[in-house]
């Protein structure tokens, strides 16, 4: 049902999770009491105890936002990643509640809800931009994919027998090659996530790069690469051996047929993603990790 208010905003849930159930429920009444309005998928609405007042939409496209402030998230690496296509395709900011593990595109944890509300209600946050990646796959010279990621793109191979042959290429010129379990090219929101399994560098979110970042390679020189934004990452997988597959921000995929080379460039679109408060991701990095500081004295004063 369609309602007259000065403001909405859309909220996306994992509904298979209790505690997203549970938190949707908390951050709708809050919304709602406060005089905000409340979007919610038809799809995912038939799982959450919603009131009358909740306004439903069928279609699962970027149009669903239109008129909404914010997108409001609440699930695991999964979920999060699924709302960046809504943000990312609509270009409404993003806040992330994390109900998962890690979580590091979330910006508060599921017993910070009351914060989250207070600061949606008073417009409380800031909004920064997230940097992407454009993916185009070519086949004897001809586009026969186009794609996007915020975190990754990653070349694989299909199966667990062969490894994947590839040459890497950075602006126009070739690098090495190797036989590997895949490639990952990466932003820096996304070298927390499958680059840092592969062994790549942490960086920093404002730090702007890309990364190329070997799986399992068998090689003497299979090293992380950071490039400039402005490069332009390709990968291309030798026309002998068997096809392999490009994974989208582990979302969407593709199969790659031998000789396939897959483009990596900085995204012409980026992820807004809302920001509560203005810790370091230094600080966010340590409490993700759980990593050991204690001893530490700082800078003399």
Same mark, same amino acid.
């Given at each position: 049902m369609m309602q007259n208010r000065a403001r909405t905003v859309f909220l996306l849930a994992h509904t298979g999770r209790p505690a997203a159930i549970r938190s949707a429920e908390l951050v709708v009444k809050g919304l709602l009491r406060s005089g905000i309005g409340v979007r919610v998928l038809e799809a995912e609405a038939q799982d959450l105890p919603l009131p009358d007042e909740v306004e439903l939409v069928r279609e699962a496209t970027p149009?669903? &936002?239109?008129?909404? /402030? &914010? #997108?409001i998230v609440l699930g695991?690496?999964?979920t999060l990643l699924r709302g960046a296509e809504f943000a990312r395709a609509s270009g409404v900011p993003m806040l992330g509640v994390n109900l998962g593990r890690v979580g590091f595109l979330a910006e508060a944890e599921r017993d910070d809800l009351d914060k989250v509300v207070d600061r949606v209600v008073t417009k409380a946050y800031e909004v920064e931009e997230r940097m992407t990646v454009d993916v185009v796959v070519h086949q004897n010279g001809d586009v026969v994919h186009t794609d996007w990621a915020l975190n990754e793109a990653a070349v694989q191979k299909a199966g667990a027998e062969k490894l994947l042959e590839v040459v890497l290429e950075i602006d126009g010129r070739p690098v090495t090659g190797f036989g590997c379990d895949g490639i990952v090219l990466s932003t820096p929101t996304g070298s927390t996530a499958y680059a840092f399994s592969a062994g790549g560098p942490?960086?920093?979110? /404002?730090? /702007? =790069?890309? &990364?190329?970042?070997? *799986?399992s390679a068998h =090689?003497?020189?299979?090293?992380?690469?950071?490039?400039?934004p402005n490069s332009v990452l390709a990968v291309e997988v &030798?026309?002998? *051996?068997?096809?392999?597959v490009l994974w989208c921000d582990g979302r969407r995929t593709v199969e790659l047929p031998p000789g396939a080379r897959v483009e990596v460039r900085r995204g012409a679109v980026p992820v807004? #993603?809302?920001?509560?408060h203005h810790a370091s991701f230094t600080d966010r990095l340590v409490a993700k990790f759980a990593l050991p500081v204690s001893g530490w004295r700082g800078a003399p004063h």
């Open positions: 149009q669903c &936002l239109d008129g909404c /402030e &914010l #997108l695991g690496d999964g942490v960086v920093w979110p /404002e730090v /702007e =790069a890309l &990364l190329m970042v070997p *799986i =090689a003497l020189f299979a090293k992380p690469l950071v490039t400039s &030798l026309p002998h *051996i068997p096809p392999g807004r #993603l809302a920001r509560l």
